[in-house]
C-alpha cells in the first residue's frame, strides 16, 4: 500500500494519539455526618439530591468520581456534635444543626433573633446565605473551627406551638414549660412565667410525653415525621417565622486538598440545595399540617393581635444580637438591618421593626 506525504503524515499522527496516555478519573472520598436520623428532611434530600447532583455535574467532565460514605443517626456523632466532629475531622463534609452553637457562631442567629417576620424559608435562607456572602462574619466563625462554609439552610416553614393539653390563645401558654432549641428559648420572655427548656428535636416527643414540658416550639413537617399529634394534639398557629439552622460545612483541611473543579462543584451544588431544601419545606407545610389533623391533632389559629402583643412583650434580642457582634468589631447592626432590608424587598414586613431600640 502505497501512502502519500499526508498519508504518512496522518498515519503518524493517529498512531501517537494511540500511543499517548488516557487520563485517569481520580476517585475522592467524602465522609459526611450527621447526628441526625437519615429520615430527617435536611437528611433524606442530601443523600437524595446534595449527593447526585454533585455526581451529575462532575461527570460532565469525567475528571473526578466521589466515593461518598455517609453516616447518620449518631454513628458518629451526636446531633449536637456536627461542628466538633467536622473540626476534628470525623467527617469531611458536615450538617451543622447553627441553634446549638449560638456563642461559637453568634452571627447564624440573625433570623432567630427576628421572629414575626417571614414564614417564607426561600426568602430566608436567601436572605440569610446573601448576608453571610456579603460579609464577612459568618464564614470567619466557621474558619474559627477549621472549617469552610459553603450555605446555609431552612428546613422550616415557620416555628408553631404544640401542645399536650388544649389551648385556645397565648394565655394558655401563661405558666407553661415550653420546649425549645437554642435562641427560640427567648421568645418565651414575651409569655408570663413561662419557661423554655432546652432539647432537640429527638428528644421532644418524650419530653412531652413524660411530662417534662407542657409544650414545644416545631415546625408542622418535624411534628408529622415525629408524630408529635400522639403527645401533643394541639398546634397553636403562631407563625414565629422560619429561621436557618442548617449549614453545610467542610473541614477545612479536607478543602485545602480537593481539587478546583470539585470545589467549585460543592460550593455551586450548595446553593441549589439550599434553594431545594426550602422550597420542599413550603411544599410539605401544608401537607404536614393536614397529616397532623388526621392523625387527632386539631389546630388553633392565634389573632394577629396576640401576635403582635407576644412580639411587643419580647425583649428586642435582635438588638441585643447585634450589639454583641458590634461589640466584637463585627457590623451587626448593618447585618441585621441589611437582612431585614432583604425580607421587606420580598414583601415580608414584621409586626415589630427589631432593628428599633
Do not use: C
Amino acid at each position: 500500500m502505497i501512502f502519500g506525504t499526508r498519508g504518512l503524515a496522518l498515519a503518524a499522527t493517529l498512531s501517537a494519539l494511540s500511543a499517548a496516555p488516557v487520563m485517569a478519573q481520580e476517585t475522592i472520598s467524602a465522609v459526611v455526618i450527621d447526628g441526625y436520623p437519615d429520615r430527617a428532611l435536611w437528611v433524606q434530600e442530601f443523600s437524595n439530591f446534595f449527593i447526585p447532583e454533585v455526581d451529575k455535574r462532575l461527570a460532565e467532565t469525567g475528571n473526578y468520581v466521589m466515593d461518598w460514605q455517609e453516616s447518620y443517626g449518631g454513628a458518629i456523632v451526636k446531633p449536637r456534635g456536627v461542628l466538633e466532629g467536622i473540626q476534628l475531622g470525623l467527617g469531611d463534609i458536615g450538617i451543622v444543626t447553627t441553634i446549638f452553637h449560638s456563642s461559637t457562631l453568634p452571627s447564624q442567629g440573625i433570623s432567630a433573633v427576628t421572629p414575626f417576620v417571614s414564614a417564607d424559608a426561600r426568602a430566608v435562607a436567601k436572605a440569610v446565605d446573601e448576608i453571610a456572602r456579603e460579609y464577612p462574619a459568618m464564614q470567619n466563625e466557621f474558619a474559627a473551627q477549621d472549617q469552610v462554609y459553603l450555605a446555609t439552610g431552612v428546613v422550616l416553614n415557620s416555628y408553631q406551638v404544640f401542645s399536650t393539653d388544649e389551648v385556645a390563645s397565648l394565655a394558655d401558654l401563661e405558666g407553661g414549660k415550653v420546649a425549645g432549641a437554642g435562641l427560640n428559648l427567648r421568645y418565651l420572655e414575651g409569655i408570663n412565667n413561662a419557661a423554655g427548656v432546652r432539647g432537640g428535636l429527638t428528644d421532644f416527643y418524650s419530653m412531652l410525653q413524660t411530662g417534662v414540658v407542657d409544650h414545644a416550639m416545631l415546625w408542622p413537617e418535624a411534628a408529622k415525621t415525629f408524630n408529635i399529634a400522639e403527645v401533643a394534639p394541639y398546634m397553636l398557629r403562631v407563625d414565629l417565622g422560619a429561621v436557618n439552622s442548617k449549614t453545610v460545612t467542610v473541614n477545612a483541611d479536607y478543602w485545602e486538598g480537593l481539587p478546583d473543579e470539585v470545589k467549585g462543584v460543592l460550593q455551586d451544588v450548595s446553593i441549589a440545595y439550599r434553594d431545594h431544601l426550602a422550597g420542599i419545606a413550603m411544599d410539605r407545610a401544608a401537607e404536614s399540617e393536614a397529616a397532623y389533623l388526621e392523625a387527632g391533632g386539631t389546630i388553633v389559629e392565634v389573632s394577629d393581635e396576640d401576635r403582635a402583643a407576644w412580639a411587643s412583650a419580647m425583649p428586642n434580642i435582635a438588638a441585643e444580637w447585634a450589639q454583641v457582634l458590634n461589640d466584637a468589631g463585627e457590623p451587626g447592626s448593618e447585618m441585621l438591618a441589611a437582612y431585614l432590608g432583604k425580607l421587606e424587598a420580598e414583601g415580608f414586613t414584621g409586626v415589630r421593626d427589631w432593628t428599633a431600640e
